[in-house]
């Protein structure tokens, strides 16, 4: 009998995480309450933070972060070809411009060298992104924002848990968001956050993710009555629920276990492909760190082949592997691609027509790692070009 598809990511849920939301389903507080202020100070605590704030996804997360930095109409943000759509649109929608720089060949994570060059007067965020949950060179980047006068976003969307020589992933910027997507290491169904250590820049959030409503200490304490309000900007709606922190508490209390898992099942991957004539596992940086291994990208000798990638993962998925592609460069897509001429970002775009993502999730076992090793050489070795 055929197995099921295997897909590229599914979420770890136990008894405890129904558990608190139906307990929570019956406690009549079902939007932001006392769970979603547990969570963030578990959050916080868990990264070292002064500041960790729960919002509605990671998009939203991003947009707050984005528009807390103070980004605005003429202001450039350097970011990553290799991220998710989200990490680009905010920047168009604070009325920012994204400027692309080509990523490093070994972990296709934003290369600072190429950074320093992009830099100009109108330059505001450094905008990184942890990619596949491997910390960029963040020694680098740090450097390069004291110099130049610029704030540090990091996209930590897959990098819940990582840590860069010692410190966690959402301590060390001036803004870093997480996402807590289905696929992500840690979920809340949807749902996103926020960590930072100024006192300012949390309160622009917090005042931005509900609606604009002051939130400043002096507003909650200045003897307005419990039940007023001031509005002080056109903000959005994009406050954490208790639902989601129902979730949240659960996963975050099961973190480390979760990602161990993912990395055992990574190195696994690792150790099958070590020999693979065609297809090679990302590279590790040569720093410090713990890898969050969110999604496991392989890139594919594809010109030895009669398929090109899609067709690759069209196959693939018929063999029961749902494999995933993490990204499409996001100069390779109509919207951004005036941005940058693929010349200019050869590894990227090279990558680009090379990368697949493979199953990897704390549930998956060793032996799913075999199956989906064993059909990706099966499918390799049956559409090589010298096998015709
Ligand atoms: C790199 C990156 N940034 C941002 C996001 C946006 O997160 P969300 O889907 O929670 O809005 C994602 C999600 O897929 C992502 O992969």
Redesign the pocket.
Known sequence: MRRPTLPYARPSITDAEVREVEETLRSGWLSTGPRAARFEEDLATRLGVRHALGVS????A?HLAVLAAGVGPGDEVITTPM??V??ANVVLHAGGRPVLVDVEPDTLNLDPTRVADAITPRTRVLLP?HYAGQPCDEDAFLDLAARHGLTLVE?A??ALGATYKGRPIGAIGDIT?F???P??NLTTG???GLSTNSDELAERMRCLRFHGIDQSPSARFGGRSAASYDLVAAGFKYNFTDLQAAIGLHQLARLDELNARRAQLAKLYEARLAGSEHVRTLGTAPYEHTHAWHILVVQVEVDALSLDRDGLIGALREEGVGAGL?FVPLHGLTLYRDLADPADLPVASEAGRRILTLPLFPDMTDADVDFVVETLERVVAGHLRSAR
């Open positions: 996804s990671g998009t939203a991003l991220t998710w989200a990490t992104v996209d969307a897959h968001m996402s807590f997507h696929a992500k949807e749902g996103g993490h």
